[in-house]
């Protein structure tokens, strides 16, 4: 394809318009604007215009204000509600500082089409050139309402910083890259998550093309969905009447399955304290190894390390330690103080409020590097029991992998 037949026949440059899928009503609640050219044949994609580095970037900011504003036009004439996400590059918005996207978008506004209603995209790899200049025209745009989404989040390391710096309305979320890296995923996708609760940030999950990136997007707390599966990028600006899915009803299958899979694994929380009461008549602060040794034989299957702690999270009992199919005492663990790990003293406060067991979330545990989960128990108001279980466990059910 080449550039200058695009630049030379804009007559022949058409918007296509990819909805975006909200996960509060399921409705449509905007577009991501993409563009065709007629080659004489066939309507193509223009994203290996867009991605040729070899294209002058005035080309593609030529190209691409065409495009917007025959989108806008389509938007006011057919008197469209809904977001309008366009795409440009670090470079793109770079040429004249920015003003000729700026202007276009006054001029519309004046004729009805509000600032509110932009998204502009960035990728966040290209905060890495002239970082500075970027971040001060975006942050400069978004004074008139525009909303700024960052594309390819996660793909590579993220700018945890420089996120939190522009404060982005949308992280965008590339649902194909936990495909091949799941696990490494689902950290970053903690991280980011903690990071857009702190902004104020929405999570749009992009590139979805089937039931279980749909499900994930869901699960990981995605206001937004897009991709193939729920619709292709349309010359029409459709409705959710021509989603590819029921996505109310999807949505109510995945509700249907966690909540028994929650179900599930409180069912195993009120079974492991129930075995634990039943021991407490045996509980001697003065003997807690010979308690410990107790509660052992009660959770064969599921633990490999069990202990004692006080209220100050100092370790009153050696580590009983499962090695093979037998338990050995660490007599050297007892004296250790782990009230510095994240929550302890704030989940042992509320075991002794409510004098009830908890199950903390998955964790790497530091001395197997396995991914487990301790279940903790108040024993009275002093001393907390601690039983960690195994990973083979966990794995073996699912309801204790969520």
Same mark, same amino acid.
């Given at each position: 394809m080449?550039?200058?037949d695009?630049?030379?026949n804009?007559?022949?440059?058409?918007?296509?318009?990819?909805?975006i899928?909200?996960a509060?009503?399921?409705?449509?609640?905007g577009?991501?604007?993409?563009?065709r050219?007629?080659d004489?044949?066939?309507?193509? =994609? /223009? &994203?290996?215009?867009?991605?040729?580095?070899?294209v002058?970037?005035e $080309?593609?900011?030529?190209? !691409?204000?065409?495009? #917007?504003?025959?989108?806008?036009?389509?938007?006011?004439?057919?008197?469209?509600?809904?977001?309008?996400?366009?795409?440009?590059?670090?470079?793109?918005?770079?040429?004249?500082?920015?003003?000729?996207?700026?202007?276009?978008?006054?001029?519309?506004?004046?004729?009805?089409?509000?600032?509110?209603?932009?998204?502009?995209?960035?990728?966040?790899?290209?905060?890495?050139?002239e970082?500075?200049?970027?971040?001060?025209?975006?942050?400069?745009?978004?004074?008139?309402?525009?909303?700024?989404?960052?594309?390819?989040?996660?793909?590579?390391?993220?700018?945890?910083?420089?996120?939190?710096?522009?404060?982005?309305?949308?992280?965008?979320?590339?649902?194909?890259?936990?495909?091949?890296?799941?696990?490494?995923?689902?950290?970053?996708?903690? =991280? /980011? &998550?903690?990071?857009?609760?702190?902004?104020?940030?929405a999570?749009l $999950?992009?590139?979805?093309? !089937?039931?279980?990136? #749909?499900?994930?997007?869901?699960k990981?707390?995605?206001?937004?969905?897009?991709?193939?599966?729920?619709?292709?990028?349309?010359?029409?600006?459709?409705?959710?009447?021509?989603?590819?899915?029921?996505?109310g009803?999807?949505?109510?299958?995945?509700?249907?399955?966690?909540?028994?899979?929650?179900?599930?694994?409180l069912?195993?929380?009120?079974?492991?304290?129930?075995?634990?009461?039943?021991l407490?008549?045996q509980?001697?602060?003065?003997?807690?190894?010979?308690?410990?040794d107790?509660?052992?034989?009660?959770?064969?299957?599921?633990s490999?390390?069990?202990?004692?702690?006080?209220?100050?999270?100092?370790?009153?009992?050696?580590?009983?330690?499962?090695?093979?199919?037998?338990?050995?005492?660490?007599?050297?663990?007892k004296?250790?103080?782990w009230?510095?790990?994240?929550?302890?003293?704030?989940?042992?406060m509320?075991?002794?409020?409510?004098?009830?067991?908890?199950?903390?979330?998955?964790?790497?545990?530091?001395?197997?590097?396995?991914?487990?989960?301790?279940?903790s128990?108040?024993?009275?108001?002093?001393?907390?029991?601690f039983?960690?279980?195994r990973?083979?466990?966990?794995?073996?059910?699912?309801?204790?992998?969520?």
């Amino acid at each position: 394809m080449d550039p200058l037949d695009i630049i030379g026949n804009l007559h022949n440059v058409r918007p296509v318009f990819q909805p975006i899928v909200s996960a509060i009503r399921h409705n449509v609640v905007g577009y991501e604007l993409l563009g065709r050219y007629y080659d004489g044949v066939e309507w193509v =994609s /223009l &994203s290996t215009f867009f991605h040729d580095d070899d294209v002058p970037d005035e $080309f593609k900011v030529e190209v !691409d204000q065409h495009l #917007l504003e025959l989108a806008i036009q389509e938007f006011l004439e057919k008197d469209k509600q809904g977001y309008l996400c366009i795409n440009r590059s670090a470079q793109q918005l770079m040429v004249n500082d920015g003003e000729d996207l700026l202007q276009t978008l006054l001029q519309y506004e004046e004729k009805g089409f509000s600032m509110h209603r932009v998204v502009i995209e960035v990728t966040e790899h290209e905060f890495d050139e002239e970082f500075e200049r970027l971040i001060h025209l975006l942050v400069y745009y978004k004074t008139y309402g525009i909303q700024i989404a960052v594309d390819r989040i996660g793909a590579k390391s993220s700018n945890i910083d420089r996120l939190r710096q522009l404060e982005p309305h949308i992280l965008k979320i590339d649902t194909r890259i936990f495909r091949n890296n799941s696990e490494g995923f689902q950290d970053v996708i903690r =991280s /980011l &998550s903690i990071l857009a609760r702190r902004i104020g940030a929405a999570f749009l $999950f992009e590139y979805i093309e !089937d039931d279980y990136q #749909l499900y994930y997007a869901w699960k990981h707390g995605g206001r937004y969905y897009q991709g193939f599966y729920l619709a292709k990028p349309s010359f029409e600006l459709v409705d959710e009447a021509a989603l590819a899915i029921d996505l109310g009803g999807k949505v109510n299958d995945y509700i249907s399955r966690e909540k028994s899979l929650i179900e599930q694994r409180l069912t195993y929380l009120i079974n492991w304290e129930n075995r634990v009461k039943e021991l407490l008549p045996q509980w001697d602060a003065k003997k807690v190894d010979v308690f410990i040794d107790a509660v052992s034989k009660q959770f064969e299957k599921e633990s490999f390390r069990m202990y004692v702690c006080d209220s100050n999270g100092q370790q009153v009992s050696s580590n009983f330690r499962k090695r093979e199919s037998i338990w050995e005492k660490e007599e050297d663990k007892k004296g250790s103080n782990w009230a510095f790990r994240p929550y302890f003293l704030e989940n042992m406060m509320q075991m002794r409020t409510w004098s009830r067991g908890t199950l903390s979330d998955i964790y790497s545990d530091i001395e197997t590097r396995e991914m487990i989960r301790t279940f903790s128990f108040p024993l009275n108001d002093r001393y907390f029991l601690f039983i960690d279980i195994r990973y083979s466990f966990i794995y073996e059910n699912e309801s204790l992998l969520i």
